[in-house]
């Protein structure tokens, strides 16, 4: 552990004598997550990249063609990053590049045949948002009539997100969609419930409850679908080493351990700009795989604090003004996901010759590719002022509004 950590975004300074670097800029921008620092060189290693704190970043073995570098090649913020994985795997490992998402759609109907059978009737949880529409749409062509897509209202969607659900999802894509109003259900068992981490446990089970309880009515319903991604397991689960849980992602770290029924995952080694990719290749309307992401446990990650059905009514109308000024503004495409956050702080305000003493929403906004790193998004100052005065100006409880600039990391995107 070193003096000092590095977090965000950082300068590379290519020494230029190493062939993991090759055709690298002397400088470049890399994203660093680490509070770690060489202080003595192994034997027979090299320094071949600095920091701009002048911390080692990259160091090799010229003879035995080995690396270790101290930021993210993998993450888009790091401008050159293709550059030297590409130098990795085809350069030094002299590997085949024959990876082809091209073939992902028809493999992955096979094996979703094979593990479901000839008869095996399959739930597929929608959340309205592209993992699940494109797991149902992939479904859906596996195993026909076979599928049965289950909406659950949590009470903690967006606004107008069933009826949204229903049209697009039902009518346009020709889902068959059983919504369920599972409110009550999930509020109930928030109630009180202020840690992050419980949260989501608690959404993960109930998710899973309300599933297991809508298999009963259908005969022969074994199996559960669902849109995990490859991130969401990296951050939940600690897959092939000492990697610690960032959060546990619903679908993932917050299952519960028994489960009657079998999970199919067939993008869970997919990130989100392949499903996108797969979405397309799938025919799903442009407007469904360009929507920014939503978190399975919606909202109740969104209100710091306990949930209440107010604080989320509060919310969701604050997160609709947004998103609407973003639309009119003709930013929402510009960004990658954005949503407005309740935050359980009172401050003072003065409205009118009123004092008010009211809540604080927090507004995010970031960019990013897989949802593994990103950064914030640079908002019009205009767009903001609009924002902030419509929230303000319609929604009483609130009135004071601030804008989130960090990125992940350090923070990661959602709050909780
Ligand atoms: P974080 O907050 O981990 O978010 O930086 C990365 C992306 O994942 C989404 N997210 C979730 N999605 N279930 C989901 O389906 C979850 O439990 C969950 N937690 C975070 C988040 O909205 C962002 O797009």
Redesign the pocket.
């Given at each position: 552990a070193g003096g000092q950590g590095e977090y965000g975004r950082a300068e590379l300074q290519n020494s230029g004598n190493s062939a993991l670097l090759t055709e690298v800029s002397p400088v470049s921008q890399v994203w660093m997550s680490h509070g770690d620092s060489v202080a003595t060189l192994p034997t027979g290693f090299e320094v071949h990249a600095k920091s701009d704190d002048g911390i080692v970043a990259a160091i090799g073995h010229p003879e035995r063609q080995c690396f270790g570098i101290q930021f993210h090649p993998e993450v888009v913020h790091t401008t050159e990053g293709k550059k030297i994985l590409k130098n990795f795997v085809f350069g030094i490992c002299k590997a085949k590049n024959d990876w082809d998402l091209g073939d992902f759609e028809a493999q992955a109907i096979a094996r979703i045949q094979e593990q479901v059978g000839s008869d095996g009737q399959v739930i597929c949880g929608l959340?309205g948002?592209v993992?699940s529409a494109v797991v149902a749409a992939l479904l859906h062509k596996a195993v026909g009539e076979r599928l049965h897509c289950v909406f659950v209202d949590h009470g903690l969607l967006r606004s107008g997100e069933v009826n949204e659900v229903l049209r697009v999802l039902g009518e346009e894509v020709g889902l068959r969609i059983h919504a369920v109003d599972a409110s009550d259900r999930f509020l109930g068992k928030l109630a009180g419930v202020e840690d992050p981490e419980k949260k989501?446990k608690i959404?993960?089970e109930e998710f899973i409850r309300v599933f297991e309880d809508e298999a009963k009515k259908i005969p022969g319903a074994r199996f559960l679908a669902q849109?995990t991604l490859y991130?969401?397991v990296i951050?939940?689960v600690s897959v092939a080493g000492p990697s610690v849980t960032?959060?546990?992602?619903?679908?993932?770290g917050?299952l519960p351990e028994h489960m009657d029924l079998e999970l199919v995952e067939p993008v869970r080694e997919l990130f989100?700009d392949e499903v996108r990719e797969l979405g397309l290749q799938l025919k799903l309307p442009k407007h469904v795989v360009g929507r920014?992401?939503?978190?399975?446990?919606g909202l109740a990650?969104r209100i710091l604090g306990p949930v209440t059905r107010e604080s989320a009514d509060l919310l969701r109308e604050a997160d609709r003004i947004y998103l609407e000024e973003l639309r009119r503004a003709d930013l929402y495409d510009a960004i990658?996901?954005a949503?407005a956050v309740l935050l359980p702080v009172y401050s003072v305000g003065v409205m009118g010759d009123q004092r008010s003493y009211a809540q604080v929403v927090g507004l995010r906004a970031v960019n990013?590719v897989d949802?593994?790193t990103?950064d914030w998004f640079p908002m019009p100052s205009e767009v903001l002022g609009k924002i902030s005065n419509r929230i303000i100006n319609e929604l009483p409880g609130v009135n004071r509004v601030v804008y989130d600039v960090t990125s992940?990391p350090p923070?990661?995107?959602?709050?909780e």
């Open positions: 959340s948002g993992d989501r959404i993960g849109g991130p969401d951050e939940s960032i959060k546990s992602h619903h679908n993932v917050g989100k920014h992401p939503f978190p399975g446990p990650i990658w996901q949503f990013s949802g593994m990103a992940k923070a990661t995107i959602e709050w």
